[in-house]
């Protein structure tokens, strides 16, 4: 099952530059995408999130865009700070059910 | 700030015994979750559950998987007879009401580990 997809596993920035996550779908039925951020031995903590029928949400120093006709959408933290290192999950669902489909997620090294 | 609170944190059974995780939700949130991820492998869902029964469950939530809701506070989840391949993260999840079901809320997670 490879609906949602985090191809990057890893990713490294300089503190105070931007970090930009990606992620792809498939299902062009979704029409509602998150981010997820977890530390280890700790759940998954909800970022942001972003309906299908908007192209962009800005909460503080994270903005999710998504473009539909690409069935895209990405993750920007900016400046990027040393807490911000942990791994970042892409997760979307359907208005008609419940569960979140996830992708692999991303680990996001910040460097001082 | 309120949180999704799960216990315990690590549980290690042997093959073929039950065990049962427990979530305490978000008070005020109507529907609840079950996810669970595999070491090195996607988070999967496994159950959701909303007016005293289960609203969706997917493939792998099968015969030996329950859950239930004892009381006004508690979210269980229940594996029958546990098998190596039960060896998991648990997450528990809530979320509010019908007009922002979409943002999931987590708890820490339960270790499974079967022996």
């Known amino acids: 099952d490879q609906q949602v997809k985090q191809n990057s596993p890893s990713l490294s920035v300089q503190e105070g530059r931007i970090s930009i996550l990606n992620c792809d779908y498939t299902n062009s039925m979704f029409d509602y995408f998150l981010w997820y951020k977890k530390y280890p031995a700790e759940g998954p903590t909800f970022l942001i999130s972003?309906?299908?029928i908007k192209d962009k949400n800005e909460d503080g120093r994270f903005t999710v865009f998504l473009n539909k006709s690409a069935k895209h959408l990405s993750l920007h933290i900016v400046p990027s700070q040393p807490g911000d290192s942990a791994v970042y999950f892409c997760?979307?669902?359907?208005?008609?059910?419940?569960?979140?489909?996830w992708g692999a997620g991303t680990k996001l090294i910040i460097k001082p | 700030e309120p949180e999704v609170t799960q216990t315990p944190s690590h549980q290690v059974t042997q093959m073929g015994q039950e065990v049962i995780l427990r979530c305490v939700p978000i008070s005020n949130h109507l529907y609840f979750y079950w996810y669970r991820q595999i070491l090195g492998q996607k988070v999967e869902f496994l159950v959701s559950f909303y007016n005293n029964e289960i609203s969706e469950k997917s493939e792998i939530f099968d015969d030996q998987f329950s859950v239930e809701r004892p009381d006004g506070s508690n979210f269980t989840l229940k594996i029958r007879s546990t098998k190596l391949e039960d060896s998991a993260m648990y997450f528990c999840?809530?979320?509010?009401?019908?007009?922002?079901?979409?943002?999931?809320?987590f708890g820490a997670g339960t270790r499974l580990s079967v022996l």
């Open positions: 972003i309906s299908s």
């Open positions: 997760a979307a669902s359907l208005d008609s059910n419940y569960q979140l489909i």
């Open positions: 999840a809530s979320s509010g009401n019908l007009y922002n079901k979409n943002i999931q809320y």
